[in-house]
């Protein structure tokens, strides 16, 4: 401990001297503002993060290779891209969000990469592509401009960004906690990277977001250039860019849609038969010739059709009678988010599949029906969260709740955090449910026990005695 503090303050000496000789130690003379750029503290302290941080990152992929390594490489270019995006903040003028996403496509694209690597066929270690991809946009707290933009602030744009990666590397830790401590150094250090790492980074330097020139140079978006006439069709559109300025599924920002957009509107008090339609006498049913008692076969046609149709349903996010959150036929959305809640409102999950649901904040009651691979994440519920009708779910708490309901599901898992563990967790046909507790230290493993399914009864005495059937193999 005394060596390590030995040595940072011997660095941090050698910076100042650095510093008032013009010069950083291993770096040549630059001129102009790339000189003043490097020397400057926030830049310095970037490359301490990366230097105490991600260097424990990088040495425990080595070790495990393969895929792994491959995704921290793809880790160390977009903070490498971060790097030089601060640089460049320092000799540019705040640009416009068209010249902003220009800036920041090195960033972007880099990102999508890290994307890419958790397509297609599922790998042994598609827990690590997906933590570490996941994980990346936490970097685009860079792109705040102000609180009109539709993000958090910087810092907790960070925090937010990990919680939803750390769903996939708690996995991470409790597959590896006795097979290969290797992988449990990497999630480890993965974690610390972001928080505190480079949480703490832009509290110190950048907790408004960044500062841009006053008087540097211009950031221009590219011009678009259209296909010729003879060419074909272009390929579909890209990807959205993670630095848009509005956030698609977060519920503050998302405009009102179905009942909630009739209730903002009857609240906003305008007139809210503004721009009906008066209906005539030759338009009701009784007083028209075309309509008649019988109901042709396309009629009936037509009709089932249209329940077929609407049998599944289109996807929802949206607050009912301002209650009431549903969440609806969302599939493959790794990135749904309700942050604008309170403790009187429930939220309600169902027909979801292959989805993450993150709840920020307090809720009354959250149920979970008919949802397969489906992923939620809540801080706080008031009366019971419940999952019910559902096969391969996975529910992590991080604030507390009184009470987990479980019913005819298979296969749940449970993550319950230091304040949630006095809660009471109800099972009723139901199968394969792990509940996983953390450690009673910050760096331990997380425990894993798994809840009975199998019970054995026994009459005596006049009634029936049940006891739970153990599978620990003792």
């Known amino acids: 401990m005394e060596e390590k503090l030995v040595e940072r303050l011997e660095s941090a000496v050698k910076r100042l001297e650095a510093l008032s000789a013009g010069t950083r130690p291993g770096i040549q003379p630059e001129s102009g503002g790339d000189a003043a750029a490097a020397l400057d503290p926030s830049i310095v302290g970037f490359d301490d993060l990366m230097a105490q941080y991600f260097s424990r990152v990088s040495a425990a992929a080595e070790k495990i290779g393969g895929q792994v390594s491959d995704v921290t490489k793809v880790l160390a270019e977009a903070f490498s891209a971060q790097k030089e995006l601060l640089v460049k903040v320092k000799q540019s003028q705040k640009p416009d969000m068209a010249g902003l996403a220009e800036f920041l496509k090195p960033l972007n694209d880099v990102i999508m990469k890290a994307n890419a690597m958790t397509e297609g066929r599922r790998s042994d270690f598609f827990n690590h592509l997906k933590a570490a991809a996941d994980s990346l946009t936490a970097l685009a707290w860079i792109a705040f401009t102000g609180k009109e933009c539709g993000m958090s602030m910087p810092i907790a744009h960070v925090e937010e960004s990990w919680q939803m990666a750390e769903f996939y590397n708690n996995k991470i830790l409790v597959q590896y906690k006795s097979k290969d401590p290797n992988h449990v150094e990497w999630a480890k250090a993965l974690k610390e990277l972001y928080v505190p790492g480079l949480r703490d980074y832009v509290k110190s330097h950048y907790h408004l977001g960044p500062v841009w020139s006053a008087t540097g140079k211009t950031t221009v978006s590219a011009p678009s250039k259209g296909p010729p006439p003879s060419a074909p069709a272009p390929p579909p559109p890209p990807p959205e860019s993670l ?219 006049g009634q029936f005695a049940t006891t739970p059937v153990s599978h620990s193999g003792g």
């Not at 998302?254 to 305008?270: L, W």
């Not at 049913?285 to 009709?303: F, L, P, Q, Y």
């Not at 304040?419 to 760096?443: F, H, Q, R, W, Y």
């Open 243 to 461: 630095f848009s300025s509005e956030s698609p599924q977060s519920s503050s920002s998302r405009p009102k849609v179905g009942m909630a957009a009739v209730f903002q509107e009857i609240n906003s008090g305008k007139p809210v038969t503004t721009g009906l339609r008066k209906v005539t006498g030759n338009m009701k049913t009784k007083n028209r010739s075309d309509r008649t008692g019988i109901v042709g076969a396309n009629e009936k046609e037509s009709h089932a059709s249209s329940r077929s149709f609407s049998k599944a349903g289109p996807p929802k996010l949206e607050l009912q009678v301002g209650r009431k959150w549903v969440v609806e036929n969302q599939i493959g959305r790794k990135n749904l988010v309700i942050d604008d809640c309170d403790a009187k409102q429930s939220v309600y999950v169902f027909g979801c599949k292959d989805s993450v649901l993150q709840i920020q904040g307090k809720v009354n009651n959250i149920t979970v029906d008919k949802c397969t691979k489906m992923g939620i994440v809540f801080t706080d519920v008031v009366a019971a969260c419940e999952i019910v009708n559902c096969n391969g779910v996975e529910v992590q708490c991080q604030g507390s709740a009184p009470t987990i309901s479980v019913d005819n599901t298979a296969g749940c898992q449970l993550y319950l955090s230091k304040n949630s563990l006095e809660t009471s967790i109800t099972t009723a046909k139901s199968s394969e449910i792990n509940v996983l507790v953390p450690g009673a230290g910050p760096d331990d493993d997380w425990g894993e026990h798994a809840l009975p399914q199998q019970f054995v009864h026994v009459y005596k005495n």
